[in-house]
């Protein structure tokens, strides 16, 4: 494969990744803008906090796959470099979207999953598992999303992973915590939000994850 077609794949993964399907939903289906409720963000956690399972989980399933498929393809067809390349741009992309004149976007956190799962799967269920202990124990979806970031690098290099696969996660962990800095701050003053499952709390004025 050409460095030509590799870049189009990076290309393609930062256009999927500016697929802002949270807002889109929000505004198709209740007529409104996610950026103005909740944490502002568009992704599927605060699109779940705002109006339950029934949007959040579509976007959450979205925002994986649009990490998943770019990065999944790069790997099949040009190995792990290419492949990090393209979940970083797919994650660059759902931070800053194309297709919402480059303003805020998400926190990547499930972009970023699906990206891990498209080309180092066995890395992945670490960072699943570490975020469901850590959400499960205390309900705190954005320290369960820091806490998984952190452990991916640990687990690629414990995995035996390519270096570049390892340097992606370290970048991404760091990526991932300065996105939540202000979680951090509720979370060490106790100000945090606990997710709710399966009830929507409608406009939160404070965001979480």
């Not at 605060?46 to 399933?61: I, Q, S």
Request: aromatic share 10%.
């Amino acid at each position: 494969m050409s460095v030509g077609t590799a870049l189009l794949l990076v290309l393609a993964g930062y256009v999927a990744g500016s697929i802002p399907f949270g807002y889109w939903l929000v505004r198709l289906a209740r007529g409104e803008d996610i950026r103005r409720l909740g944490s502002g963000n568009i992704g599927g956690s605060n699109v779940w906090r705002c109006f339950g399972a029934r949007f959040g989980l579509p976007v959450v399933l979205f925002d994986l796959l649009k990490g998943f498929v770019p990065a999944f393809v790069a790997a099949q067809t040009h190995g792990s470099l290419v492949a990090v390349l393209t979940g970083a741009a797919a994650m660059l992309g759902h931070w800053r979207p194309l297709f919402m004149g480059f303003r805020r976007g998400g926190k990547m956190v499930a972009t970023c999953g699906g990206a891990v799962i498209g080309f180092a799967p066995l890395v992945a269920v670490v960072g699943v598992a570490v975020w469901a202990v850590v959400f499960l124990a205390g309900r705190y979806a954005s320290l369960a999303s820091i806490l998984a970031a952190i452990s991916l690098a640990p687990a690629a290099l414990l995995l035996d992973q390519d270096l570049s696969v390892v340097i992606f996660m370290g970048a991404a962990a760091l990526a991932i915590i300065w996105l939540h800095r202000a979680n951090i701050v509720r979370l060490a003053h106790g100000e945090e939000h606990r997710f709710q499952l399966w009830h929507g709390r409608g406009r939160k004025a404070a965001g979480s994850a």
